[in-house]
């Protein structure tokens, strides 16, 4: 009997088979060696150089990796402390972010337990900055600026929990919705009209810009809305964006009441005596001015050429009206400029707020 023609495929199939081991062994490298050059990796290594780790010979051979909180009771996965490497180290409190250490809010709200994104929002499953931080056109899970961040504190909470000052925001808001008599026309669990939408879930159904942009114009938003233009100020439009953003949905509110903090301490924590030296280098990124302007869906108020909204001023040739100075102010402090004006503070990083004084130079 000849068993060449069975010898032949036998070796055929094992060539194949080494083969395609050794492409998915290529592969599993240069994936490798891409993640390396990642921005939760760069970051990793400057937090090293920062706290002088890199010369450990353990953590120098262990590598960088991602890291992630495991959190089934809250129904998330986070991998925030990737980037933000020194959120419970003390000596990390002079540092810029995202290498700072957190406040004194985390001894009552310990990572492992809590997380970051169920109070800061963000997408936390995210491995960039830009979607982490919700900075991709059309994400919902987008982070919250500081003044809305107390519309979290508020789901575990309430009202009563914390120091009024810690939920005033929201307060103000709930204070508003009333004045304003918004359930004439929308419903609330259940109570109020059927004019315009349910709103009991709409912070799970819009991000906070959303929201913000449609308190001011609605029509601009929403063509043929048939909402009224309440005129409101800033600050009136985002204690109400404070509120409704506590209007969750089942699968994204903070269900497990084993997670309440116990211990409500808010104040800072002290800068220790002897802070560490920053490594050389700048810890800014580079970002794409036009990519980072999409992404922050401020083409939900403003017009550039044919495209964006009509709540705010058209931008087609903002770079011939205005100075890159002014641009600068006017992004870190809105208020600087436009005192009465509406548009919220996006608490933009320097890196963030060149990219964009850049991009809207170039519009002429």
């Known amino acids: 009997m000849d068993d060449g023609p069975l010898i032949r495929r036998q070796v055929f199939w094992q060539s194949l088979a080494i083969g395609l081991g050794l492409a998915l062994s290529a592969v599993l490298v240069v994936l490798s ?86 109070c800061h929002a963000g997408e936390g499953r995210a491995v960039t900055v830009a979607e982490g931080h919700g900075e991709t056109p059309g994400q919902h899970g987008r982070l919250l600026p500081a003044r809305l961040v107390a519309s979290r504190c508020f789901l575990c909470h309430g009202l009563e929990g914390l120091p009024s000052a810690d939920t005033a925001v929201v307060a103000e808001g709930m204070k508003l919705f009333n004045t304003y008599k918004c359930l004439r026309c929308h419903q609330i669990d259940g109570a109020g009209g059927s004019i315009g939408p ?46 409704l953003l506590t209007r969750l949905d089942s699968r994204e509110g903070v269900r497990a009441a084993g997670h309440l903090a116990l211990d409500e301490r808010v104040s800072q924590t002290p800068s220790p005596t002897a802070p560490p030296a920053a490594p050389p280098g700048s810890l800014l990124r580079d970002y794409d001015g036009r990519r980072l302007f999409e992404g922050l869906e401020c083409l939900v108020c403003h017009r550039v050429g044919l495209r964006g909204g009509g709540v705010g001023p058209v931008l087609t040739h903002i770079g011939l009206a205005r100075s890159a100075d002014w641009l600068r102010d006017l992004l870190l402090e809105p208020g600087s400029k436009f005192p009465d004006g509406q548009m919220p503070d996006y608490e933009l990083s320097p890196g963030q707020v060149d990219a964009l004084v850049g991009y809207l130079g170039s519009l002429r």
């Open 33 to 118: 060696g891409v993640e390396q050059k990642s921005e939760w990796a760069w970051y990793q290594r400057v937090y090293a150089e920062w706290t002088g780790t890199e010369a450990d010979p353990a953590r120098r051979f262990a590598g960088l990796e991602l890291t992630q909180l495991n959190l089934p009771d809250l129904q998330r996965v986070d991998r925030c402390t990737s980037c933000h490497a020194g959120v419970t180290n003390p000596d990390m409190a002079s540092a810029p972010l995202p290498l700072t250490q957190h406040s004194a809010l985390l001894d009552s709200h310990p990572p492992e337990t809590f997380g970051c994104s169920v």
């Open 198 to 243: 349910d709103l009991s879930a709409v912070a799970s159904q819009r991000n906070w810009i959303e929201i913000y942009a449609h308190l001011l114009k609605p029509d601009a938003l929403v063509p043929g809305s048939t909402m009224p233009d309440f005129g409101l100020p800033r600050l009136e439009a985002a204690a109400l964006t404070a509120f």
